[in-house]
């Protein structure tokens, strides 16, 4: 089965640039989730929705991101306008709540802002 | 105070020896507890969870919880170089609420050949 499917997977893109990440979740999860990586903060969740309604935004920094999920198979994390501190790595993850808890993760996006 | 705790290491362990890995979390909410390895630019792979207190043993990994304590662990025995990586804790309340997870910041794990 495929796993998490994240594109790109580097992103280098100016200042002021909106940046578009996309996330295909394993088929039949109905939790996706959106997370973040840097050396400062760690990983941390941004955003998280359950049957592509969003649940927990409390982690978005600020108002130039926003995250959407049109259908069970696809979403999208859209930052504009990018900023230098935006650089780090994006994961998205997703699970199937019925059945169990674990996050799969997928390979990431690694996004630098010059 | 942090909500998941982990020393950052590195951990240095010969190869063939028991590496301990030790993650402390505040929230006694917390119902799911997960070990997540991560290799140098790559990411997190799920390699134990456990939602109850005692061991649950997987191949070579052992990991430990203790909810009392607030203290989760996990054992590698006999460590090979190819472990060598950054072991992150993480914890969710599934069942009252938050399904997200919080992680630790890592603990980076080296094993000499």
């Known amino acids: 089965d495929a796993g998490v499917i994240q594109s790109p997977r580097h992103e280098v893109t100016e200042m002021g640039q909106e940046v578009t990440l996309r996330c295909k979740p394993i088929?039949?999860?109905?939790?996706l989730f959106w997370y973040r990586q840097t050396m400062m903060r760690g990983l941390e969740l941004l955003i998280y929705f359950n049957n592509n309604v969003p649940i927990d935004d409390s982690g978005m920094p600020e108002d130039r991101f926003s995250a959407k999920m049109p259908n069970a198979s696809f979403s999208t994390l859209k930052i504009q306008p990018s900023e230098p501190r935006d650089s780090a790595v994006y994961f998205c993850?997703?699970?199937?709540?019925?059945?169990?808890?674990?996050?799969?993760f997928g390979p990431g996006t690694r996004l630098t802002v010059t | 105070q942090k909500e998941v705790e982990q020393n950052s290491g590195p951990l240095s362990v010969p190869e063939g020896a028991i590496a301990s890995l030790n993650c402390t979390y505040s929230?006694?909410?917390?119902?799911?507890f997960f070990w997540y390895r991560q290799y140098s630019g790559k990411s997190p792979e799920l390699i134990m969870s456990?939602?109850?207190?005692g061991d649950k043993e997987d191949g070579r990994f052992t990991a430990q919880l203790n909810k009392a304590s607030q203290y989760v662990s996990l054992l590698i025995r006999d460590s090979q170089p190819s472990d060598s990586a950054t072991y992150l804790c993480a914890v969710s309340k599934e069942d009252t609420g938050r399904r997200a997870l919080t992680f630790g910041s890592g603990t980076r794990l080296q094993v000499q050949p």
């Open positions: 088929s039949g999860h109905d939790y």
């Open positions: 929230d006694r909410g917390s119902q799911s």
């Open positions: 456990i939602y109850s207190n």
């Open positions: 993850a997703s699970k199937m709540g019925a059945k169990g808890y674990e996050q799969y």
